[in-house]
C-alpha cells in the first residue's frame, strides 16, 4: 500500500526525503494517510477520515487536539528528546548570560569612538563584571530528555544540581550523574537554588505550575529560566516578583507582550529547537514513528495511545483501538475464531480509558481478513480498526 502525507510548516529535507524514498507520496492531499507538522495549530481544522496517524515534530503537542483525535482513532507521535541537545545547550547558554553581562558589553563597545577605545575600555569596564556560576546551586524540575542533560552538564561546569521529578524514568536515571542530587519536595528546590529551570510537559495540571505561592517560596537572587513551555509559569506573578524583588531574573523562550519591556525580564523569540540539527533530528524521527506505525501499527513515542511493540511475522494485521472495558480481547478472539482462523499472536496495551489490541493472522485470504475487519468494527465499544499487510513476507 502507498501512503499519502500532508505537511504544513518547513519540514527538514532529511525528513521527507525519508518518506518519499520509503515509497510515499508527501503532498498537499484533502485525504491523506498520515500528517507531519511543527508548530502549525489543527485545533480549528477538521480531521477527515483518512488521517490514521500525525507526527510532530518536536515535543510539544498542544497544537493538536489531543482528545479529538483519540475519539476518531488517530495516533499523535511526538518526537522526545529529538531536540534534547539543542535545548540543553540554549539553557546553559542562558544561565552563563544571567551571570555575566555579556551582551551589554558587546553593545556599549560597538557605540565607543575608535580613537578611545583603550582608556575608555579600562576606565568602563568594571560595569559589566559579573559572578560565576562554578559553586552556585541550580535547581531542575523535570529529569526527561532535556532536563536530565542540563543537570548533568551544569555539575560538569561546577554547579551543585538538585534534581527534582516523581516520575523520573529507568532510562533516565541510568543517564544521570550520580553527583546530581534528587530531592522529593520542590520546597527544597525553592529554598535552596539560585537557579531554576523547568523542564516537564504542559498539561492541565502543570498550567501556571510556578505561581505566586512558589514565587514566594524563592530566595530573591533567584534566576528562574522557562525553556519548556510559557504557560507554566504564571505571568503576571511573575512580572511582579521580578519587579519587586522577590525574584532577581526570569528567562523565557516565549514572549507574549505583556512580558515586553519589563525590568528583570528577559525574552527570547522560541529558539530553543531551532538549530539545523535539531530540525534534521526531528523530522527524521517524526518519519521514521509515522512509518512504523502505518506499516506495523506498532506504537512508539504516542502521547494518547499506549506503547505497544510485537514483531510481525505474520501476512495479516489486525490493529483494534477500542474503549478499555472487560472482554473485548475475548470479543474479537471469538470473531476471528468464528472464521476458523487461528491467531498467531496478540497483544494488547491500555491508556486511560482506551486500550489497543494487535491481532495477527496465521495463513489466510485477503477477503476472509477483511470480513474479519468489518465483523470487529461492528462492535460498538470500537473505535477504529485497520487491517495491514506484511510486505516484508
Not at 489543527?42 to 480531521?47: E, G, V, Y
Not at 509559569?233 to 523562550?253: H, Q, S
Request: charged share 20%; glycine share 6%; net charge negative.
Amino acid at each position: 500500500m502507498t501512503y499519502t502525507v500532508k505537511t504544513y510548516n518547513q519540514i527538514a529535507p532529511e525528513g521527507l526525503n525519508f518518506l518519499k524514498q520509503a515509497g510515499y507520496i508527501v503532498e498537499d492531499s484533502d485525504h491523506p494517510d498520515a500528517i507531519l507538522l511543527r508548530s502549525h495549530s489543527l485545533h480549528q481544522q477538521k480531521l477527515t477520515d483518512s488521517v490514521l496517524a500525525i507526527g510532530r515534530a518536536g515535543a510539544g503537542t498542544n497544537n493538536i487536539p489531543i482528545d479529538t483525535c483519540t475519539s476518531q482513532g488517530i495516533a499523535v507521535f511526538n518526537t522526545p528528546g529529538a531536540n534534547a541537545n539543542a535545548v540543553k545547550e540554549l539553557v546553559l547558554a542562558n544561565l552563563l548570560l544571567a551571570v555575566r553581562p555579556i551582551l551589554k558589553g558587546t553593545e556599549w563597545i560597538n557605540h565607543l569612538d575608535s580613537h578611545a577605545i583603550s582608556s575608555e575600555v579600562e576606565i568602563n569596564k568594571k560595569q559589566f563584571a559579573g559572578t560565576e556560576l562554578e559553586g552556585k546551586t541550580l535547581g531542575v524540575i523535570g529529569l526527561g530528555a532535556i532536563g536530565s542533560r542540563v543537570a548533568n552538564d551544569a555539575y560538569q561546569i561546577g554547579m551543585n544540581v538538585l534534581g527534582y521529578d516523581p516520575h523520573v524514568s529507568i532510562d533516565t536515571a541510568w543517564k544521570m550523574s550520580r553527583r546530581v542530587q534528587r530531592v522529593l519536595d520542590l520546597q527544597d528546590i525553592f529554598s535552596e537554588a539560585d537557579f531554576i529551570t523547568i523542564h516537564i510537559p504542559l498539561l492541565p495540571e502543570t498550567k501556571h505550575f510556578i505561581g505566586k505561592k512558589e514565587l514566594s517560596k524563592m530566595k530573591p537572587n533567584t534566576v528562574l529560566l522557562n525553556f519548556s513551555r510559557g504557560e507554566l509559569v504564571d505571568n503576571p506573578a511573575v512580572l511582579k516578583a521580578a519587579a519587586n524583588g522577590g525574584i532577581a531574573k526570569y528567562i523565557t523562550d516565549f514572549p507574549v507582550e505583556e512580558l515586553l519591556h519589563q525590568p528583570n525580564i528577559t525574552l527570547l523569540p522560541h529558539l530553543g529547537a531551532s538549530t539545523e540539527e535539531a530540525e534534521i533530528n526531528c523530522a527524521k524521527s517524526a518519519a521514521r514513528t509515522l512509518q512504523y506505525y502505518l506499516e506495523t501499527g506498532n506504537i512508539r513515542h504516542s502521547v494518547n495511545l499506549p506503547t505497544v511493540d510485537m514483531t510481525f511475522n505474520s501476512p495479516y494485521r489486525i490493529s483494534v483501538l477500542h474503549q478499555n472495558i472487560p472482554n473485548m480481547i475475548g470479543a474479537i478472539s471469538q470473531l476471528v475464531a468464528q472464521k476458523n482462523i487461528n491467531i498467531h499472536n496478540l497483544t494488547n496495551r491500555s491508556r486511560g480509558e482506551v486500550a489497543y489490541t494487535l491481532v495477527d493472522l496465521d495463513e489466510t485470504a485477503l477477503d476472509m481478513a477483511q470480513s474479519i475487519v468489518s465483523d470487529i468494527q461492528q462492535n460498538s465499544a470500537v473505535i477504529r480498526t485497520r487491517l495491514i499487510t506484511n510486505t516484508k513476507i
